[in-house]
C-alpha cells in the first residue's frame, strides 16, 4: 500500500507563483512514474504533468513553458513549480503514482491518487 500527500495549495493572484509537494509512503518500490491532475468544477480530471525515476518528463499543454515538474527521488517527493499562474489554473490539483509513464498518462490506470490540494487564482 502506497499513500500519497500533497502540500503547498493556496490563493494566488493572476500572474503568480505557486509550489506544490508530493510525498509518497508505504510500499514506494512500485513507484516508478509519479505526476499530477487537476481537475476544475465542472469539468474531467486532466493531465498537468508527470516526471519517472530517471527523470523524463511530460507536460499537459496548457501548462507548458509556465509549469516544471521535479522529483527528489530519495526523499520520494514530487514537486510542481507552477509560474505565471491563470485564473483557468484554478482547481483541486492531485498528485499519482503508477509503474510507468505510459500508465501515468491515463487515470483509469492510476495506481494511487493524493487526496487533492486547492489552488486559486484570483485577484
Known amino acids: 500500500q502506497v499513500q500519497v500527500v500533497e502540500s503547498g495549495g493556496g490563493l494566488v493572484q493572476p500572474g503568480g507563483s505557486l509550489r506544490l509537494s508530493c510525498v509518497a509512503s508505504?510500499?514506494?518500490?512500485?513507484?516508478?512514474?509519479m505526476g499530477w491532475y487537476r481537475q476544475a468544477p465542472g469539468k474531467q480530471r486532466e493531465l498537468v504533468a508527470t516526471?519517472?525515476?530517471?527523470?523524463?518528463?511530460n507536460y499537459g499543454d496548457s501548462v507548458k513553458g509556465r509549469f516544471t515538474i521535479s522529483r527528489a527521488n530519495a526523499k520520494n517527493t514530487v514537486y510542481l513549480q507552477m509560474n505565471s499562474l491563470k485564473p483557468e489554473d484554478t482547481a483541486v490539483y492531485y498528485c499519482?503514482?503508477?509503474?510507468?509513464?505510459?500508465?501515468?498518462?491515463?487515470?483509469?490506470?492510476?495506481?494511487?491518487w493524493g487526496q487533492g490540494t486547492q489552488v486559486t487564482v484570483s485577484s
Open positions: 516526471i519517472n525515476s530517471g527523470g523524463s518528463t
Open positions: 499519482a503514482t503508477a509503474q510507468t509513464m505510459g500508465r501515468l498518462t491515463s487515470r483509469k490506470n492510476i495506481d494511487y
Open positions: 508505504g510500499s514506494i518500490f512500485s513507484i516508478n512514474a
